[in-house]
């Protein structure tokens, strides 16, 4: 399957290297351009280059987690780049003080069900 040249690219930041090879192989199944990273750090790091038009982030990482990228996103002027938190980790508190971050489009719970991940994606980017 070839990628169509205005296909978005998608950022996936998240320390399970498995779901990083999941979210991959579907979402590119689904039309995107993907890139992956294990942590927050290596995760900027990308952003400058690869210009992703959307974010899919765990919140819990080593290094830098969730929370330092969604507010390095913002101090850096990247917080136009729209985010989808993912977490195995359930805490309303959390949850509610994430997705109230302006660049928080959504929140996901692991396990994730990558068709609707896909078509909240679409959704998010036409």
């Given at each position: ?25 579907a ?55 729209p ?16 997705s ?10 692991k ?16």
């Amino acid at each position: 399957m070839t990628t169509p040249p205005d296909a978005k690219r998608l950022l996936i930041i998240d320390d399970d290297e498995s779901l990083r090879e999941i979210f991959d192989i579907a979402m590119t199944q689904a039309g995107f351009i993907v890139a992956g990273a294990e942590d927050g750090v290596k995760g900027m790091a990308k952003v400058p280059a690869f210009k992703p038009h959307l974010i899919v982030l765990d919140l819990m990482m080593p290094q830098l987690d969730g929370f330092g990228v969604i507010h390095r996103l913002q101090a850096e002027g990247l917080g136009g780049i729209p985010v989808i938190v993912i977490t195995g980790y359930s805490d309303q508190a959390n949850e509610n003080l994430v997705s109230s971050e302006p660049n928080v489009v959504d929140f996901f719970h692991k396990p994730i069900k990558y068709d609707d991940l896909a078509k909240r994606i679409k959704g998010l980017l036409s």
